[in-house]
Structure formats: C-alpha cells, structure tokens
C-alpha cells in the first residue's frame, strides 16, 4: 500500500495496525481540501499506492497513484526535491499533478524520470459552490436511482467508457444525475469523490448530445443533493476545458486554486 521515499531496498510487510495509522497519518497531513477531495477517496476506499518522504506529518513529499487511474498520480508537499526523489519510484504514468508554486522546480525531475525532452504544463482549477446551487431544469434530466441500475448497464461506452461498475456503486453510496433522451443515458453528473467535508462532481455527456445544457442541469441536481449534506460541492477541471470552466460558471462555482499538471513531451510531441 505504501512505501517511504528514503528507503530504496524491500521492507517486510507492514502489519495491519501499523498500515491503518500511517495512512491515518497521511490523510491528516493533507486535510480536507479541495485539492485533496480526489486523493482522500482513493485512501478511504484503498485503491491508490502511497509514496511518501519521512514522517507524514512533515509534509515533506507526498504521492498518491491510483491504482485504477495510474497515469495522473497527483503530488503533495513543500519540498521539490523530495517530491523529485518519488517520482523515479512511480510507473505507468504519464503526467503528474503537482503543487503550483513547486512546478517550476519540478520540471526537471519529472522530465528526468519520463525521459522527456520537454515538458507541457497545463493548470488543474478547482472551485467551490459556496452558494445555493443554482437550479437549472430540463424535463428530461432528473436524479438517478438504484431503479434506474439498468439505465447505466446499457449506457454506451462512448459515455461511460468502462467506468459502469464505479457508477453503479455511487448510484447507491453517492448522487447521481442524468439526462435520458429516446431511451438511454446520454449526460451525467456524480459524485466522483467525497470526504468529510468535500464532494467532487465529474460529468460525461454523450458527444451526440453537448451543448444542450444536459450536464449543467445534472451538475445542479447533483450539487445540490450535496449541499443537503451540509458538504460543499467541488469542481475540478483543466484550464483550457472551456466547457467544463463554463458549466461550473452556470451553476455557481467559484475558483478557489489551481495545481497543475506536468506533461512530459517527446521528440515527436514536440512543435
């Protein structure tokens, strides 16, 4: 599950108590936060590696890989040098998403570590809805239930992709919201990630149907079954998605901060 940056030869298996308070010990290290909603989802369900310097709560160099989704770890801490030092003990990946003020520093040892002869960087924007949500209505757009389990196991893989067992189990743990059109799911919004005080909203729309207002109608039911939990909504997205910055926008969403991404670039990537 975990593995210390400072050590580099194989450690016995930790026992389980000790595996519970470490972690324990990273998730009090990065808080409930915006920024930490995704990565503290992945620690509670126990689908992530963790990769840390020294002790946690030094805040030194911390990286969270998901095991589903290994090709953004994201990166926690004030030290570049020891975030630099992880990043070798990484695989699968293909960008890393990083503190802003450290990204700079960390150019180089991400470039070092892919290989890379250059690097893209793209800003992640966080936001949250500190408001009522904004209510936006659309007939066809309504709250999903665990009738509607058979909605999502025919919904096309040009929507879900392969993410049908994820939002199932959120259908009965989290919200779900969707828009039906002839039959068939064609926009969602969900709880991607919750914490105590935070829960993370992704969205899909079928490419067929954008630019109806679908997911900002599901993003607002979605929003607001949150609040009624007395959590706030988040809403994460890259810099340049400017669909997904104009849905946030329409439903209240206000920036908070920003990471951001480090994309290794190759000989052929480059311009």
């Known amino acids: 599950m975990h593995a210390n940056g400072h050590h580099h030869e194989p450690l016995p298996p930790p026992s389980a108590e000790a595996t519970e308070g470490y972690l324990a010990s990273v998730v009090a290290a990065l808080g409930d936060t915006p920024e930490t909603v995704i990565a503290l989802q992945f620690l509670h369900e126990g689908t992530c590696e963790v990769l840390c310097v020294g002790d946690p709560a030094d805040f030194e160099g911390i990286i969270i890989q998901s095991l589903d989704m290994p090709t953004e770890p994201m990166a926690f801490g004030n030290s570049a040098e020891a975030i630099g030092g992880l990043i070798p003990h990484l695989a699968g990946w293909s960008c890393i998403n990083v503190p802003a003020h450290l990204a700079d520093a960390l150019i180089e040892p991400v ?149 951001v991404y480090l994309i290794p670039e190759f000989g052929d990537d480059l311009p």
């Open 111 to 259: 470039a070092a570590a892919a290989g890379a002869s250059g690097m893209r960087m793209v800003d992640d924007v966080y936001h949250e809805l500190l408001r009522p949500a904004q209510p936006l209505s659309i007939p066809s757009v309504r709250t999903l239930t665990s009738a509607d389990r058979g909605l999502i196991d025919a919904a096309s893989p040009d929507l879900i992709g392969d993410g049908a067992d994820r939002l199932l189990t959120t259908l009965e743990r989290g919200h779900v919201a969707g828009a039906v059109r002839e039959g068939a799911l064609v926009s969602l919004a969900y709880t991607f990630a919750i914490s105590e005080r935070h829960a993370d909203i992704g969205v899909v729309t079928h490419p067929d149907w954008r630019g109806q207002g679908l997911a900002t109608a599901a993003t607002s039911l979605v929003a607001q079954a949150i609040q009624r939990e007395n959590r706030v909504p988040v809403w994460s997205c890259g810099g340049t998605n400017l669909a997904s910055l104009q849905t946030a926008a329409r439903v209240g969403f206000e920036e908070v901060s920003r990471r």
